[in-house]
């Protein structure tokens, strides 16, 4: 399964973007990127997705690279709600393993 | 809709005992997966199922079993607990590889 790699944390203050890099060089054509954040004590929830192009809900922007070996998870303004640990996935549409696996995901701190 | 529903929420087990780990979800998801989360620590997936019939193992099967005789419902069977199962317990599922919903999980020690 092709990997993803984020780092450990990052750190913001309240009402600035966060933007949250995530590379994937041995991203497949039928990889779909997921985000999916954390909040403490919480079960994961699902943030966003793409494919190729750029990505955009009420939660979050996903920029996604040309090459798509890299995305970006852009957080508009952040608020103290946002503090979680923010995992990038990796999902294949066209077949391949159906095993949905975590890695380390990045913590983010957002600070008042 | 209720979504994915865990039970207990919470459960103390002694070294040896067995229990069953609930998990149903009401939105015809044919994927549900089973986590576990030391404290600090990431997910592990358990278990997963990609429909009625069908599961596998995932990163860290041991000391578990699973059962998916429905659609709806995921059990996860803890035979024989030990203090290395002390842990959050998520379940969660999905509309084939779309977005995963998960549940409130169930925090076990087992002492």
């Known amino acids: 399964d092709a990997k993803t790699t984020q780092p450990n944390s990052m750190e913001s203050n309240e009402e600035e973007p966060v933007h949250l890099p995530c590379n994937h060089s041995?991203?497949?054509?039928?990889?779909?990127i997921h985000w999916y954040r954390q909040l403490p004590s919480q079960g994961p929830e699902y943030v966003i997705h793409?494919?190729?192009s750029n990505v955009n809900n009420r939660m979050a922007s996903l920029a996604i690279a040309e090459d798509r070996k890299s995305s970006t998870l852009i957080l508009h303004r952040a608020t103290l709600r946002d503090a979680a640990v923010y995992y990038c996935?990796?999902?294949?549409?066209?077949?391949?393993?159906?095993?949905?696996?975590f890695g380390k995901g990045t913590k983010l701190t957002v600070n008042p | 809709n209720a979504g994915v529903t865990q039970t207990p929420k919470f459960r103390i087990l002694k070294i040896g005992q067995s229990m069953t780990l609930q998990c149903t979800q009401d939105?015809?998801?044919?994927?549900m997966y089973w986590y576990r989360q030391d404290p600090g620590m990431g997910l592990k997936l358990i278990y997963y199922?990609?429909?009625?019939?069908?599961?596998d193992k995932g990163e860290v099967p041991n000391g578990y079993n699973v059962s998916r005789s429905t659609t709806e419902d995921f059990p996860l069977r803890l035979e024989l607990a030990a203090p290395s199962q002390t842990s959050v317990y998520f379940c969660?599922?999905?509309?084939?590889?779309?977005?995963?919903?998960f549940g409130q999980g169930t925090r076990l020690t087992v002492v």
């Open positions: 969660a599922s999905s509309r084939n590889r779309d977005e995963a919903f």
């Open positions: 041995t991203i497949s054509g039928t990889d779909y």
């Open positions: 793409g494919l190729t």
């Open positions: 996935i990796l999902r294949d549409r066209g077949g391949g393993s159906e095993k949905l696996v």
């Open positions: 939105m015809n998801h044919n994927y």
């Open positions: 199922s990609v429909g009625a019939g069908i599961t």
